[in-house]
């Protein structure tokens, strides 16, 4: 089974000159030896929680009468390569 642990957050003193009002931070950790990278950013980035995804489509549902675009460009691209296009 795969677990994930929170790891104690490394805050440098040149990051705390810079941003002196940030307030939260978080890193976690895991022994993933089964999935590749891509697999774990895929399922981080590219799932949400049914809550979330009906949320959006209200909110796609109330800004298409204002005339703004909801859908998927005809150009998106998840093929990432160094120096491509994101």
Do not use: C
Not at 5 to 31: C, G, H, M, R
Not at 40 to 58: M, Y
């Amino acid at each position: 089974m795969l677990k994930v642990k929170e790891e104690t957050v490394f805050i440098s003193d040149k990051a705390t000159q810079l941003f002196p009002k940030v307030d939260f931070a978080d890193t976690f950790s895991t022994t993933n030896h089964v999935h590749s990278i891509q697999e774990v950013t895929h399922q981080i980035f590219n799932t949400a929680p049914k809550w979330v995804v009906f949320l959006f489509k209200v909110r796609n549902g109330i800004v298409q009468f204002f005339g703004l675009k909801t859908g998927i460009p005809p150009d998106y691209n998840e093929d990432f390569k160094v120096g491509g296009y994101v």
